[in-house]
């Protein structure tokens, strides 16, 4: 059975392996003593970091070395190791929360669960320049409310869960000692809390069922051990690490994680900075001064080249194949390799293979994506969007404003509808029209007409004739289907079959797509010259689904007059429905709607069903004679593969361009 390309689907599971043994007592102590000695700590501090370290020994050798962290007005001195999830706590006062936090200025505290209490202030820095934090607190309570508001809205807004659940913490948090001071009086506590990596040491403890604030309160080491060997127990009950069963998978892979225990701080001469702004200078390094990320385009570039190299590095394509879907060999070159020189060829050829449901391929794409990043979905979307960007290296603008338009619109050129079952095959043009028209005729649309469409969103985007939603701003554009969308509704009927057959007819000639009419003829202007298609005239032509016939402005026959009518009875439709959202709309002063509990007259609803009814029987006859006579998309009523959304795909439009800037942009 073929796998299903789904919205859930991430990374590939990490193996899990047999967990250390919690160190003895005596190596934990070495490791702090080192620590006192080497950073001048005080004894709770060192503990705290010792304890939490799963080899102590080993990061005794390393405290002998630290690592050397430049940061504005001195260096700060580091320790590379591994600790246990369940010894260290994320910042309570993760700094992301900032704008959801409410002061006492606001006169909202204590007004409600998210003011109950007032923001943690500022960690500050342990008197004498030592490595360590103090955090002030009302009492425990106070963390526990912010624990769980730093909680909430770092699941919401920065969810690591996915990618922890299969493969752990893969990138090292940053821990300095923190001692909890209560003005409660309740006796201080001290731990390592993250100064980089609260969130993914959040998604950890959740995962655990661990409540991060009860950490300092509850750390025991003889508690740890017997935890860590009942889960050893497990995994090693399993005969292969494969098969270890899915939740203590999870588990193992969330006790441990890469950690840098940030143990000491070097002023620069002449420099009043003490640790806790030190710390505050490497955090701000990786938050608010980093560098500026790749970007979209260059992101997907850097996955569609992983993606081929991983196929062929598992021998599923040859190195001749994986170079010319590179776009690493020039048109004559790969017609000399047995390839086609047909840029629309390669776009086909591209799609489908990133679109591949055979597990093979599958698996490659996906140890691909997710070796670049454990936190990208693997959608139907995501897999055409990489793909475009190398169908992408086959233009020849060097415009980068008009190739950054032309990426955009390509993007949302190839349907999801691509990811259904077809090939991208080197038959001629005029063979694939055959194909596809019987399917047409057959009312059945399927695996020809996928490879044509596949084929001509190429020539159509590259060249200006389709192009995507250009926003609402100075723009009137009541179609505002993407340019997939638009080719799905051409490839199911004849007409539309002729036309992107036309549209690679023409490309491989060298010119625009020429307009034709439902049978295939080249439609000319009176003056007898070729009508070249644009962008609002194949939406005309070819409308979506439910918009009825094109309006024929003066009727000849019987069939435009059909036509017209089949028109005005879609406009109908929509207006109906339109109708029954505003009934829906009217609410109550509680919010609740009213006609939920008033209701419609029982006259009037027996009229209007009595009217839909009648409809409803006529359609499926209207559909079947349509069918009988020139074949219809039977494909639609199946369940759409598609994983587009209108909030995806929002993105993709131009604000505030214009059809004609928009169509000049792309070819002067």
Not at 42 to 66: G, I, K, N, T
Not at 380 to 406: F, G, I, N, P
Not at 575 to 602: C, F, H, N, P
Request: hydrophobic share 40%; net charge negative.
């Amino acid at each position: 059975m073929e796998p299903p390309i789904t919205a859930g689907e991430t990374v590939l599971p990490r193996p899990v392996e047999v967990l250390p043994t919690p160190a003895l007592a005596s190596a934990t102590r070495k490791f702090a003593d080192k620590l006192i000695e080497r950073f001048n700590m005080q004894d709770p501090a060192a503990f705290a970091l010792a304890q939490a370290a799963v080899d102590p020994s080993a990061a005794r050798q390393a405290a002998e070395s630290p690592e050397r962290l430049p940061v504005p007005g001195g260096v700060i001195l580091a320790i590379r190791t591994e600790v246990w999830a369940r010894n260290i706590v994320p910042d309570p006062r993760n700094p992301r929360t900032g704008p959801s936090r409410r002061h006492p200025v606001s006169a909202l505290v204590g007004k409600g669960e998210g003011t109950r209490f007032r923001p943690l202030a500022e960690s500050i820095s342990a008197p004498g320049s030592r490595p360590e934090l103090f955090q002030k607190l009302a009492n425990q309570e106070h963390l526990a409310w912010a624990a769980q508001q730093a909680k909430e809205y770092v699941l919401d807004r920065n969810d690591w869960r996915d990618s922890i659940r299969n493969q752990g913490v893969m990138t090292e948090v940053w821990l300095a000692a923190t001692t909890f001071q209560h003005e409660d009086g309740t006796p201080d506590v001290t731990v390592p809390v993250t100064a980089e990596g609260s969130s993914r040491v959040t998604s950890v403890h959740d995962l655990l069922g661990l409540r991060s604030a009860d950490v300092p309160y509850i750390r025991d080491a003889t508690k740890l051990r017997s935890h860590i060997r009942k889960l050893n127990d497990e995994i090693s009950a399993a005969e292969d690490p494969g098969q270890v069963d899915p939740e203590a998978a999870i588990r193992a892979r969330c006790q441990k994680l890469p950690a840098l225990l940030l143990v000491g701080f070097e002023p620069n001469n002449g420099t009043t900075a003490d640790f806790g702004v030190a710390v505050k200078s490497l955090v701000a390094l990786r938050h608010v001064d980093y560098p500026k990320p790749w970007g979209e385009a260059a992101e997907n570039e850097a996955l569609a080249d992983a993606v081929v190299d991983e196929i062929e590095r598992q021998g599923l394509i040859t190195p001749a194949k994986a170079e010319w879907l590179r776009g690493a060999l020039t048109p004559d070159q790969a017609k000399a390799a047995g390839f086609s020189a047909d840029a629309a060829v390669r776009a086909a050829a591209i799609v489908r293979l990133f679109a591949e449901r055979d597990q093979r391929v599958h698996s490659a794409v996906r140890v691909a994506i997710t070796s670049q990043s454990t936190r990208k979905n693997i959608t139907t979307k995501l897999l055409l969007d990489v793909a475009s960007s190398l169908v992408m290296r086959s233009v020849a603008e060097e415009d980068d404003r008009k190739r950054e338009r032309m990426r955009k619109y390509l993007k949302s050129a190839f349907s999801g509808e691509l990811a259904r079952d077809w090939d991208a095959t080197f038959r001629e043009t005029g063979e694939l029209r055959a194909a596809a028209l019987v399917e047409v005729q057959k009312g059945e649309p399927g695996v020809a007409s996928r490879e044509l469409a596949a084929r001509s969103a190429y020539p159509l985007v590259v060249n200006g004739q389709l192009v995507g939603d250009r926003g609402t701003r100075s723009n009137d554009q009541p179609d505002r289907r993407h340019p997939g969308e638009v080719i799905d509704r051409m490839r199911s009927s004849a007409h539309g079959v002729h036309q992107l057959t036309q549209t690679l007819y023409d490309f491989s000639a060298g010119r625009k797509t020429r307009k034709v009419d439902d049978l295939g003829q080249v439609v000319r202007n009176a003056d007898g010259r070729d009508i070249l298609v644009s962008d609002s005239d194949l939406r005309r032509t070819f409308p979506p689904a439910g918009a009825g016939p094109s309006l024929a402005p003066a009727p000849e026959n019987p069939a435009e007059l059909l036509g017209n009518a089949l028109n005005g009875l879609a406009t109908a439709v929509q207006a109906l429905a339109t109708a029954v959202k505003k009934v829906e709309a009217v609410q109550s002063d509680d919010g609740t709607r009213v006609i939920d509990s008033l209701g419609a007259d029982k006259g009037d609803c027996e009229a209007w069903r009595n009217i839909l009814q009648d409809v409803l029987f006529k359609l499926p006859v209207w559909q079947q004679r349509s069918i009988q006579r020139r074949g219809t998309n039977a494909d639609d009523s199946s369940d759409p593969v598609d994983d587009f959304e209108d909030d995806e795909l929002e993105d993709d439009s131009d604000d505030g361009v214009s059809n004609e800037e928009a169509l000049t942009d792309v070819d002067d």
